[in-house]
């Protein structure tokens, strides 16, 4: 079943109002908060699986005044930007220190390069689109086995040695999401529907979503506690000013962090201290900077320690 005379399935038309509400919901927040980076993160892995849901979708259609050579080259890249952006967000956001190697150099060399040769170069002299699949996809589906198990080996090394029961979950999931990464490899060298294709890939979109949603609940609830714990405190301990001199934090980014330890706002902050909403962002994360921490929790445990 098709939307609005397009080739879109209606499951891919359904996946991408959904995803664009959660991009809409999780850009709100990093706005908010712009020093969450795993948050940006997975605002850019949810960008890139929207335009892999749209274009996929819509191309190749004789009826878009495009050409179709150029359809063709938009939804494998499309693809391949997608495929190759997963490795990168599993070593940052995963915190996975082996992946290193393949976000950084292997992605590009095995992924993003034959993706140019084959489907850009070779696609616009012969024109074969089955032809330079055929060739075209062997090394990154190679690579993309290769690094499934690296990113399985990854995930199996991090666990191993603080497991149970919810990190147990945690680990599943983590399998669960990276799995259908590696169908994107198939999906290039078979004619399968688009329906089997959308449901493949978006289930590895939401496990990450799952993740990231409970760690966010979980960090929020933690910060949440331990800011009014803190605040209980009436008292400065002696040990605040003289980690404030370490970090060399001015008089007003003192005076930030203390109305930050009593639980406000930044907008009840600039009211309190006669400077913008703006202003006292900026504060902030110049504060996170020289105490290198990103939120905070981390900032009060620091400066109060």
Partial sequence: MLVFGTQIHIVTFIFILLEIGMFIFQL???????????????????????????????FPDPKINIPLPTQEMIAYGTGFLMASYFPFYFYKACELPSVRWHALYGVPLFLILPYIVFFVVVYAINGELNVDIK?????????????????????????????????????????????????????????????????????????????????????????????QEFGKNGYLPASFDDNCKIF?????????????????????????????GK???????????????????????????
Avoid at 253 to 271: F, H, W
């Fill in 28 to 58: 709100a927040i990093y706005l908010f908060r712009p020093q969450e980076k795993n948050r940006m993160l997975y605002l850019i892995l949810l960008f890139l699986m929207l335009l892999y849901n749209i274009t996929g979708g819509l």
């Fill in 135 to 227: 060739y075209g996809m062997i090394l990154p589906f190679i690579y993309a086995m290769v690094l499934l198990w690296v990113l399985f080996k990854a995930i199996r090394e991090k666990y191993e040695e603080k497991r149970n029961k919810n990190k147990y979950m945690e680990e599943i999931a983590m399998y669960c999401a990276i799995t259908p990464w590696a169908a994107l490899a198939f999906f290039g060298f078979v004619e399968e529907s688009q329906l089997l294709e959308v449901l493949c890939t978006n289930t590895g979109i939401i496990c990450i979503t799952v993740l990231f949603m409970s760690k966010s609940i979980k960090d929020a609830r933690m910060e949440y506690d331990q800011l």
């Fill in 279 to 305: 202003t006292v962002d900026n504060h902030v994360q110049n504060i996170y900077e020289k105490t290198a921490v990103t939120n905070k929790v981390s900032l009060i445990h620091k400066l109060y320690n």
């Fill in 248 to 276: 060399n934090l001015t008089t007003r980014e003192k005076e930030i962090v203390l109305l930050l330890k009593k639980g406000l706002t930044y907008k009840e902050i600039s009211a309190i201290l006669f400077i913008s």
